[in-house]
């Protein structure tokens, strides 16, 4: 029971570990930029202009309360080793 298949894949050891936060970060800007765009279509009589500011402020806003505030204050993990 003590020994190790070595034939048995392990992903933790040969897994690239960029790959998760690549994945992690492309999940994050499919989330901001789907939220950001449903939330501005909700207000009524914006500019174009307008619509284009809020659509960034909003995909800004998720980046920051994702990687400042969820993931190193509550998870206590590092953006960058």
Same mark, same amino acid.
């Given at each position: 029971?003590?020994?190790?298949?070595?034939?048995?894949? !392990?992903?933790?050891?040969?897994?690239?570990?960029? !790959?998760?936060?690549?994945?992690?970060?492309?999940?994050?800007?499919? !989330?901001?930029?789907?939220?950001?765009?449903?939330?501005? @279509?909700?207000?009524? @009589?914006?500019?174009?202009?307008?619509?284009?500011?809020?659509?960034?402020? !909003?995909?800004?806003?998720?980046?920051?309360?994702?990687?400042?505030?969820?993931?190193?204050?509550?998870?206590?993990?590092?953006?960058?080793?």
């Amino acid at each position: 029971m003590g020994k190790a298949n070595p034939y048995v894949h !392990i992903p933790k050891e040969s897994f690239p570990s960029w !790959i998760w936060y690549a994945a992690e970060c492309v999940g994050l800007i499919v !989330i901001a930029f789907l939220s950001a765009v449903l939330i501005t @279509d909700t207000f009524e @009589d914006l500019t174009t202009e307008q619509h284009n500011y809020m659509i960034t402020g !909003i995909f800004a806003s998720f980046f920051l309360v994702w990687y400042v505030i969820i993931r190193s204050l509550i998870l206590k993990k590092k953006i960058l080793k």
